[in-house]
């Protein structure tokens, strides 16, 4: 028995020994983190829209609408903004012929901004969505703003037969206060 003990102490002595030698250290790093405002936009598909003038339904009415009026697209975008800003998506257009008026509804998804809640006339332009904050809306069906178009007479004795193509332009801009 004592030399079980006598054993068992000697080798608490040589394990202690051990674990009293051994040693640690830490080092460390640095990783520099830069969030850039950021501000991306994209219409889904980049889809053509044919909207045209027809025979109206009763002679002596303006000309019909026909063709795809109403269509909806969508908008997806990216904002990354400063602290207490946000952003907003204007919009614009090519010229519209004489005796037309085009027009864009927003309808926009939740936490992604804010929209005017009425048509904007894209010949005048203006804002079509607002209080973006940060967000990436995705790009899936219901995602970021759907864009409902509508085009009108405003005045037959100006309209001339002709084609023609109208570039509607939107403007994402974050850091907005």
Do not use: W
Request: proline share 4%; charged share 10%.
């Amino acid at each position: 028995m004592k030399r079980l003990l006598a054993f068992a102490g000697v080798f608490l002595l040589i394990c202690g020994g051990a674990f009293a030698a051994a040693a640690s250290a830490t080092a460390t790093d640095r990783v520099f983190v830069n969030v850039n405002s950021v501000a991306a936009i994209a219409v889904n598909g980049h889809v053509e829209i044919d909207m045209s003038l027809g025979n109206p339904l009763v002679a002596g009415e303006p000309p019909a609408i026909t063709g795809s009026p109403n269509t909806t697209s969508r908008l997806f975008y990216t904002v990354v903004s400063a602290t207490l800003k946000t952003g907003k998506i204007t919009v614009g257009a090519s010229t519209v012929p004489a005796g037309l008026m085009l027009t864009v509804f927003p309808t926009v998804a939740a936490f992604a901004g804010i929209g005017v809640g009425t048509a904007v006339d894209v010949s005048i332009g203006g804002n079509l969505v607002t209080a973006i904050p940060s967000v990436a809306t995705g790009t899936s069906g219901t995602s970021g703003t759907g864009l409902s178009y509508a085009l009108t007479v405003t005045d037959t004795a100006e309209l001339v037969a002709d084609q023609s193509t109208v570039t509607i332009t939107y403007t994402l801009t974050s850091d907005q206060l």
